[in-house]
T-cell receptor, first 115, second 112 residues
Framework: ETGVTQTPRHLVMGMTNKKSLKCEQH?????MYWYKQSAKKPLELMFVYNFKEQTENNSVPSRFSPECPNSSHLFLHLHTLQPEDSALYLCASSQEGASSGNTIYFGEGSWLTVV | QKEVEQNSGPLSVPEGAIASLNCTYSDRGSQSFFWYRQYSGKSPELIMF????GDKEDGRFTAQLNKASQYVSLLIRDSQPSDSATYLCAVNEWGGADGLTFGKGTHLIIQP
């Protein structure tokens, strides 16, 4: 069990569906992230939130919409996805300024399949 | 465009030997460096981080950093079959909450 929990762990959705991924961190961190991991590609940073404010959006298509209501919760809203969006979506958190050099801690991930 | 390069492997090492994993990075401004281990079907877990030139040891693991050569390595002594996994190198530019840039990872196989 990690300090970052993600739900659902597995999700299958059609291209016309709307769904959301949820992440909660119990570590008291002030920054949260969404990463995408596809086969044979490096982890791709999608979004960064620092103290609930979005500080980075790495040219992610608008069919992915993040929401951060507070520093412990992060959502990724999904709509009209494409089959190539099938991947492992990882939530992570970190504490800026910590002696650990801003180490990020990952949740278990949400496996997404778009059909 | 920040890049982190790793040999994807697989790297095969006999049990009990030293496994050596290498990583180079393109952004000379990178400040902190991380090694994560990822088992198949699982999320990455932190092994160790380093931000000063030289060696840092933690149990069977030693991270080595050479900023002049933009090179980071991870040594695993007395390799065990349970060390078989993909090892991800990651760098952070300024130490702030701007996320890490990851390499593709090296697939390590420890042969019993």
């Amino acid at each position: 069990e990690t300090g970052v929990t993600q739900t659902p762990r597995h999700l299958v959705m059609g291209m016309t569906n709307k769904k959301s991924l949820k992440c909660e961190q119990h570590l008291g961190h002030n920054a949260m992230y969404w990463y995408k991991q596809s086969a044979k590609k490096p982890l791709e940073l999608m979004f960064v939130y620092n103290f609930k404010e979005q500080t980075e959006n790495n040219s992610v298509p608008s069919r992915f919409s993040p929401e951060c209501p507070n520093s412990s919760h992060l959502f990724l809203h999904l709509h009209t996805l494409q089959p190539e969006d099938s991947a492992l979506y990882l939530c992570a958190s970190s504490q800026e300024g910590a002696s650990s050099g801003n180490t990020i801690y990952f949740g278990e991930g949400s496996w997404l399949t778009v059909v | 465009q920040k890049e982190v390069e790793q040999n994807s492997g697989p790297l095969s090492v006999p049990e009990g030997a030293i496994a050596s994993l290498n990583c180079t990075y393109s952004d000379r401004g990178s400040q902190s460096f991380f090694w994560y281990r990822q088992y198949s079907g699982k999320s990455p877990e932190l092994i160790m981080f380093i931000y000063s030139n030289g060696d840092k040891e933690d149990g069977r693991f030693t991270a080595q950093l050479n900023k002049a050569s933009q090179y980071v390595s991870l040594l695993i002594r007395d390799s065990q079959p349970s060390d078989s996994a993909t090892y991800l190198c990651a760098v952070n530019e300024w130490g702030g909450a701007d996320g890490l840039t990851f390499g593709k990872g090296t697939h390590l196989i420890i042969q019993p």
